[in-house]
């Protein structure tokens, strides 16, 4: 059974940085052939998707966090990472990663597209 479970989530003031962390458990020798994505959502608004990376580590990214965030994969250590730099209180929210079984990213990172997801991880922005 394959899991994900983000961690790295913090307050922060405003142009302060995190990176996030999500490590794969129980699918180590496929997660290599899936695209990865991030995903951010805030209370009463929908799923965001924020970035992706396929197995040829192509990324995408939202406009939003373009130039800011950037998501890398660590195939030998199965860790997906975020680095978040300049944040904003727009970019309150709470975290999430997910997997899809794919190895390639849809053009758009739709939270339908993916097939598993992990618990969440919190990162507020203050000031």
């Known amino acids: 059974q394959t899991q994900l479970v983000e961690s790295g989530g913090d307050s922060v003031q405003t142009g302060g940085s995190l990176r996030l962390s999500c490590r794969i458990e129980?699918?180590?020798?496929?997660?290599?052939?899936?695209?990865m994505g991030w995903f951010r959502q805030s209370p009463g608004k929908e799923r965001e998707g924020v970035a992706s990376i396929d197995i040829d580590s192509k990324t995408t990214y939202s406009d939003s966090v373009k130039g800011r965030f950037t998501i890398s994969r660590d195939n030998d250590k199965t860790v997906l990472y975020l680095q978040m730099d300049g944040l904003k209180p727009d970019d309150t929210a709470t975290y999430y990663c997910?997997?899809?079984?794919?190895?390639?990213?849809?053009?758009?990172?739709?939270?339908?597209?993916?097939?598993?997801w992990g618990q969440g991880t919190q990162v507020t922005v203050t000031g």
């Open positions: 997910a997997a899809r079984w794919d190895a390639y990213c849809p053009q758009e990172t739709t939270a339908e597209r993916f097939d598993a």
């Open positions: 129980g699918y180590h020798s496929h997660w290599r052939n899936l695209c």
